[in-house]
């Protein structure tokens, strides 16, 4: 069960951190990751945190503002993400990978269970 919040109205060039709470047994041996939709287009992927909390992947184009962690004592996995811009409003998911999957995982196939998400809306 992935719970995000976080999500709001902010304007351009600000900062934002999005969490992601997670209950279950396996939440520390499963890597996750954090997709986004924005209105009319597909679920994105943007960045993954290994189940050691040490390694991350990201999408290219996030690279430079967005940032993944996770704490396996909170059981949390957070986004940061720095300089939004319009473009940034999405509904942003949290997603716990599936075992036995290659790491990084990016594909959505490759990810069991889904958060409801939350929603950013950056204003120019």
């Known amino acids: 069960h992935l719970v995000e919040s976080g999500g709001g109205l902010v304007q351009a060039g600000d900062s934002l951190r999005l969490s992601c709470a997670a209950s279950?047994?396996?939440?520390?041996?499963?890597?996750m990751g954090w997709f986004r939709q924005a209105p009319g287009k597909e679920r994105e992927f943007l960045a993954t945190?290994?189940?050691?909390?040490?390694?991350?992947y990201y999408l290219h184009s996030t690279r430079d503002r967005f940032s993944i962690s996770r704490d396996n004592t909170q059981r949390t996995v957070l986004l940061q993400i720095v300089s939004l811009k319009p473009e940034d409003t999405a509904v942003y998911y949290c997603?716990?990978?599936?075992?036995?999957?290659?790491?990084?995982?990016?594909?959505?196939?490759?990810?069991?269970?889904w958060g409801q998400g939350t929603q950013v809306t950056v204003s120019s």
């Open positions: 279950g047994r396996t939440f520390n041996s499963v890597n």
């Open positions: 945190v290994h189940w050691n909390g040490i390694s991350t």
């Open positions: 997603a716990a990978g599936r075992s036995g999957i290659r790491w990084p995982q990016i594909a959505e196939s490759e990810y069991e269970y």
